[in-house]
């Protein structure tokens, strides 16, 4: 069965450096997204993206993040100057395509980066 | 008010029980329901859509009220492998961002 697959499972690192996140969406997939999980708190949408450009972001998803899709695989994000805050799982999800009026088919989530900066 | 409110958790119950999950959603203009599974530090899983008709999958039961604005999922016989946190997930508008309650913890004991 396809899955989404995501690199580092984990990763450490210091506050005010750059990391980046790394996800291979289903192949067939065209619409891409990553959420974030604080420890004990709920999912927390940050961005989707299709057709090479950001479709919607939240208010969490500030200058200091950015999506790439460097080639027809990898989808990335980028945090810039990592904070404290900033530690969380970071889940990237796939879909295959979105129904007009917001139905929706399935999203596929991949098993998630743990990042933890001190 | 929260854009998704679940039961808080965690639910203890016995093997073999039925237990009940319910959540609100504060967007009347709410487009599609869903209810995920997430085990401990993994990622969401879908369990199942729900519809406005109801909708059942062997030992799961899910239903939607619009008019309240209600969303529930009912779990007959539960087993061990049920032990999970359910995610009540609502999509909005067509963009497909999904919206996550915080989730109710279940645990189901022999």
């Known amino acids: 069965e396809p899955e989404v697959t995501q690199t580092p499972s984990h990763q450490v690192t210091q506050m005010g450096q750059e990391v980046i996140l790394r996800c291979v969406p289903i192949s067939n997939h065209l619409y891409f997204y990553w959420y974030r999980q604080i420890l004990g708190q709920k999912v927390e949408f940050l961005v989707s993206?299709?057709?090479?450009?950001?479709?919607?972001k939240s208010e969490i998803f500030d200058d200091q993040f950015s999506v790439e899709r460097p080639d027809g695989s990898n989808f990335t994000l980028k945090i810039r100057s990592t904070k404290l805050e900033d530690s969380a799982m970071y889940f990237c999800a796939s879909s295959e395509y979105v129904l007009a009026g917001g139905w929706q088919e399935t999203q596929y989530f991949g098993p998630g980066t743990r990042l933890l900066v001190l | 008010r929260k854009e998704v409110e679940q039961d808080p958790g965690p639910f203890n119950v016995p093997e073999g029980a039925t237990v009940a999950f319910n959540c609100t959603y504060s967007n009347s203009a709410s487009q599609s329901f869903f209810w995920y599974r997430q085990d401990c530090r993994k990622e969401p899983k879908l369990l199942m859509s729900?519809?406005?008709s109801g909708n059942e999958d062997g030992r799961f039961t899910a239903q939607l009220n619009r008019a309240s604005q209600y969303i529930s999922l009912l779990i007959r016989d539960s087993k061990l492998s049920d032990s999970a946190t359910y995610l009540c997930?609502?999509?909005?508008?067509?963009?497909?961002?999904?919206?996550f309650g915080q989730g109710t913890e279940l645990s189901v004991k022999p």
């Open positions: 729900v519809y406005s």
């Open positions: 993206f299709y057709n090479n450009e950001i479709s919607e």
């Open positions: 997930v609502v999509i909005a508008n067509q963009g497909g961002k999904l919206i």
